[in-house]
């Protein structure tokens, strides 16, 4: 059974940065792509950016394209997301997400708990 935990949220200027780290234990992560998503306060949670087993290959939301790297150290069980030039609208909940596959849309899989990411103006 995987088990995923954020860590790395917290309270930032806005253009300030972040890098949330996600734990992951109890399997074999390697085999799995991995993600993360946001949910922000009366909405649905979003596809942020995701990366593939080898950490070769990721895709961006087009919110976050340009200001955020998704990266991953399978040797280490870790997946890490750098925020940079960080926007009020950034604010959300993150999570991470290991699946076989990672849709754009949320699925099943591995969930963590979450981090909170605040942005202020």
């Known amino acids: 059974q995987v088990q995923l935990r954020e860590s790395g949220g917290g309270l930032v200027q806005a253009g300030g940065s972040l890098r949330l780290s996600c734990a992951a234990s109890?399997?074999?992560?390697?085999?799995?792509?991995m993600g993360w998503f946001r949910q922000a306060p009366g909405k649905e949670r979003e596809f942020v950016a995701r990366?593939?087993?080898?950490?070769?290959?990721?895709n961006y939301a087009e919110s976050v394209k340009d200001r955020f790297t998704i990266s991953r150290d399978n040797t280490k069980n870790m997946m890490y997301l750098q925020m940079n030039n960080l926007k009020p609208e950034d604010t959300a909940v993150y999570y991470c997400?290991?699946?076989?596959?990672?849709?754009?849309?949320?699925?099943?899989?591995?969930w963590g708990q979450g981090t909170q990411v605040t942005v202020s103006s």
């Open positions: 990366i593939n087993l080898s950490g070769d290959i990721a």
């Open positions: 997400n290991a699946d076989r596959i990672i849709f754009t849309i949320p699925g099943s899989g591995y």
């Open positions: 109890g399997g074999a992560t390697s085999r799995l792509a």
